[in-house]
T-cell receptor, first 117, second 114 residues
Framework: DVKVTQSSRYLVKRTGEKVFLECVQD?????MFWYRQDPGLGLRLIYF???????EKGDIPEGYSVSREKKERFSLILESASTNQTSMYLC????????????????FGPGTRLTVL | TQLLEQSPQFLSIQEGENLTVYCNSS?????LQWYRQEPGEGPVLLVT?????EVKKLKRLTFQFGDARKDSSLHITAAQPGDTGLYLC??????????????FGTGTRLTIIP
């Protein structure tokens, strides 16, 4: 089974702090994604990466950055946390190899519920 | 911009009843996936449909992809409390080379009352 793990289930930070959210997948997947999920707004893509050191902006990249130095690890960074970044953060990965519909199937981690005070 | 609208947004029914959830778009997708998310957890993939008109069954759940690959439905027979959760549909891009993002639907929050 694909396993995607996230470094914390719950995190409380103060406004202005630098926050790191870590995600690790163990299935040698090419693609990794960071989403945030808020009531009434659904799942929104922040950034994704289809290769080591490669990244693409999603729908809401402002206030976030990412790092992918190794294939299995994708980090989301909040440079200066703000209260409007309080949310559930979900990491996902997909195989992505060679195209084909099954390679888009995404496997999610359990999520990190971040509260910024 | 591709959009996927799900309906209804909320659904609360008694155990044992049947229900259908819809996922609609004006865009064509290469595939359509359904996920279920339980409170406090990440979404879990239930099924992928890839051919227009395709029907897949997963125990009491029946998934159908529209003929034109623009819409999908999820039908649950004899709903059980364990079916409670947020159901998300997601569309794969056209063309599909394997390194693109999915388009996620707005979600249907289903509650089955014992």
């Amino acid at each position: 089974d694909v396993k995607v793990t996230q470094s914390s289930r719950y995190l409380v930070k103060r406004t202005g702090e630098k926050v790191f959210l870590e995600c690790v997948q163990d299935m040698d997947h090419e693609n990794m994604f960071w989403y945030r999920q808020d009531p009434g707004l659904g799942l929104r893509l922040i950034y994704f990466s289809y290769d080591v050191k490669m990244k693409e902006k999603g729908d809401i990249p402002e206030g976030y950055s990412v790092s992918r130095e190794k294939k299995e690890r994708f980090s989301l960074i909040l440079e200066s946390a703000s209260t409007n970044q309080t949310s559930m953060y979900l990491c996902a990965s997909s195989s992505g190899r060679g195209g084909g519909v099954s390679y888009n199937e995404q496997f999610f981690g359990p999520g990190t519920r971040l509260t910024v005070l | 911009t591709q959009l996927l609208e799900q309906s209804p947004q909320f659904l609360s029914i008694q155990e044992g009843e049947n229900l259908t959830v819809y996922c609609n778009s004006s865009s064509v997708f290469s595939s359509l996936q359904w996920y279920r998310q339980e409170p406090g957890e990440g979404p879990v993939l239930l099924v992928t449909v890839v051919t227009g008109g395709e029907v897949k069954k997963l125990k009491r759940l029946t998934f159908q992809f529209g003929d034109a690959r623009k819409d999908s439905s999820l039908h649950i027979t004899a709903a059980q409390p364990g079916d409670t959760g947020l159901y998300l549909c997601a569309g794969g891009p056209v063309p599909n080379f394997g390194n693109e993002k999915l388009t996620f639907g707005t979600g249907t929050r289903l509650t089955i009352i014992p």
